[in-house]
């Protein structure tokens, strides 16, 4: 009964006799007033138009209903093509869509009236998947309201934050079709943790290849010419086009850009770019350094074009700057070369990580500082097949000096098997104590080594055999006088904490290297930048300087090592050392 809309083309004679119009060209040739198919088909216009009723002869009139505009909305698929009446060809090549994306509440909307004028008019629906995004809540899971004053302006976020992190914000935190919690604190995160990351890798390898004022882009070195650090996230880099390919097919966009940002942040960061760090700075451009810029770049370029859909900006700006063509929007998206995924190198390499996150975890828990090296660290021997000529790696990574293949780890650790209450009580009832008794009897190590591998293990309970799940059982390590071991996924490191005055002496030549570095940042110095260093410190900081002077000043870009007044103070391990450091 609304005026504004699309009119029903229903004529009414008084009669009682209907006629319903299908076209333009119907409508002009059984009009009584002389019209053409120009005519403007909304009210007023077309309740001017009068057809005679076949019947009785008399004047018909237009009912004066219009439809819901949700019929305008349905009918979009046909209409935007004005079809039957053209474009046939290119209609039938673009029906069905292949999603359609809007909230929940289009459900008795747009989505019903999509299905039921398609299903009238071609007897199928007129689209193959429905993405239904849901609504955006408070952190605290309250629906939005000025009222409650929990709102949030995204044009402000965008202000503050940029378009690019807000949208990947809001994929990351949960699937579109279920309920999201919006935390600024987590837009944050995004920003710093992933934007900062990319950005800080990008601009690293910006820097170095224009000093050394080459075109990456023209670098060709053959894939299994390549080291193997560079195969390995060529490996990564090329299953996550295809599992990020697979999950944009499934419109899962919550998984594409948890992907993508694990990929960035530790594999391509945190472990690529740290380990290849040094063969940057190579003063030849031998075929070592022409991988590394080569292997860099592919990644950069593939992952702005993997990123486009989600964050625009960034990805355009990162796009065409590295390879100074127009825009990043209109380049074909990547596609996975399944012969680079190599699982074998991956599996050696993400040992060693493995290996390197729980050593690094171990001298966190034990309080010593990673520069601080220790003299040894102890895995398990089965690996030492799979990874010894891996292990130049382990021992930078975790600062030790050898790395020990250890066939029995069990010499240098205890293990005490006691029942998790809070799961096995539940489950086990009156039989929690002699599963207490049943897990005192077992042998730890392999009762151990099963729970982490299998998951689980079968134990005799008051003559009866019982399942046990790893849950239910609390596994606690601990490691013998002089070491600290760490386990997971029964995966061990055992660090040989015992420090000599050699370690103590490179410990402190480290940490007075770090804390250079630190004031070189602060005054703003360039990274090529030479400097003197003066220090002012006790007898046992000198004697670590003059051992390890010359690795000093070649780590720091030092001119000159001096001994003289500083009075800037700075903690060396213990010791109140003067620090000063001049731009020469």
């Excluded at 009682?16 to 007033?33: N, P, Q, T």
């Excluded at 001119?559 to 903690?571: H, P």
């Amino acid at each position: 009964s609304r005026y504004w809309g699309t009119p029903i083309p229903i004529w009414r004679c008084e009669c009682g006799h209907l006629e319903c119009v299908g076209s333009r060209k119907e409508l002009v040739e059984k009009a009584i007033e002389p019209i053409d198919e120009t005519i403007e088909l909304h009210r007023p216009y077309v309740d001017d138009v009068h057809l005679k009723c076949p019947h009785c002869g008399k004047p018909m009139t237009r009912i004066t209903e219009v439809m819901d505009c949700w019929f305008d909305s349905g009918a979009m698929p046909f209409a935007q093509h004005h079809y039957p009446f053209e474009n046939k060809d290119l209609f039938e090549k673009q029906f069905p869509a292949d999603f359609i994306s809007e909230a929940v509440d289009q459900t008795r909307g747009w989505f019903y009236s999509l299905m039921a004028i398609s299903t009238f008019i071609m007897g199928k629906a007129p689209y193959r998947n429905v993405l239904v995004n849901d609504l955006i809540l408070d952190k605290e899971g309250k629906k939005m309201s000025k009222s409650r004053g929990n709102t949030v302006s995204p044009f402000e976020l965008f202000d503050k934050y940029g378009a690019d992190a807000t949208r990947w914000y809001l994929l990351s935190v949960s699937p579109a079709w279920t309920p999201t919690r919006f935390d600024e604190d987590g837009l944050i995160d995004v920003v710093s943790k992933f934007f900062g990351t990319l950005r800080n890798v990008y601009n690293f390898f910006v820097l170095y290849s224009n000093q050394d004022q080459i075109d990456p882009a023209s670098l060709k070195v053959p894939y299994d010419q390549r080291p193997e650090l560079d195969r390995w996230i060529l490996s990564k880099y090329n299953q996550l086009i295809a599992d990020v390919t697979e999950y944009m097919d499934q419109y899962d966009h919550m998984k594409t850009v948890r992907a993508i940002n694990d990929f960035v942040n530790e594999d391509l960061s945190n472990w690529y770019i740290r380990r290849a760090r040094r063969r940057f700075y190579a003063e030849e451009l031998t075929e070592d350094k022409k991988s590394v810029y080569a292997t860099t770049y592919e990644i950069l370029v593939g992952t702005a074009k993997l990123i486009a859909p989600i964050a625009p900006f960034i990805s355009d700006e990162m796009y065409v700057n590295l390879t100074g063509e127009d825009t990043v929007h209109t380049a074909y998206f990547p596609k996975a070369d399944m012969s680079l995924v190599d699982k074998d190198t991956e599996k050696r390499m993400d040992l060693v990580r493995a290996l390197v996150t729980l050593g690094r975890g171990t001298r966190e828990k034990e309080r010593i500082k990673v520069r601080q090296p220790l003299s040894e660290v102890l895995v398990d021997g089965k690996y030492e097949e799979i990874i010894a000529d891996l292990t130049p790696l382990i021992l930078e990574e975790l600062n030790v000096k050898k790395v020990v293949f250890e066939k029995d780890l069990g010499k240098y650790m205890d293990f005490a098997l006691k029942p998790n209450f809070k799961a096995a009580g539940p489950v086990l009832g009156s039989k929690i104590k002699a599963f207490g008794a049943a897990l005192a009897k077992a042998d730890p190590a392999r009762t151990v080594e099963a729970l982490e591998s299998d998951g689980k293990i079968t134990l005799d309970i008051d003559g009866e055999a019982t399942e046990i799940t790893r849950d239910f059982v609390d596994i606690r390590i601990s490691a013998k006088e002089g070491f600290a071991v760490a386990m997971e996924n029964n995966v061990f490191t055992i660090l040989d904490t015992t420090l000599d005055d050699d370690l103590i002496d490179e410990g402190l030549a480290r940490e007075l290297i770090s804390k250079v570095q630190q004031i070189r940042k602060q005054q703003a110095f360039e990274m090529m930048d030479n400097i003197a260093i003066t220090i002012d410190a006790d007898d046992k900081v000198r004697n670590a300087v003059e051992k390890h002077k010359s690795y000093i000043m070649k780590e720091t870009l030092a001119l000159s090592l001096d001994y003289g007044q500083a009075d800037e103070k700075y903690d060396l391990n213990g010791h109140k050392t003067g620090i000063s450091v001049v731009r020469k």
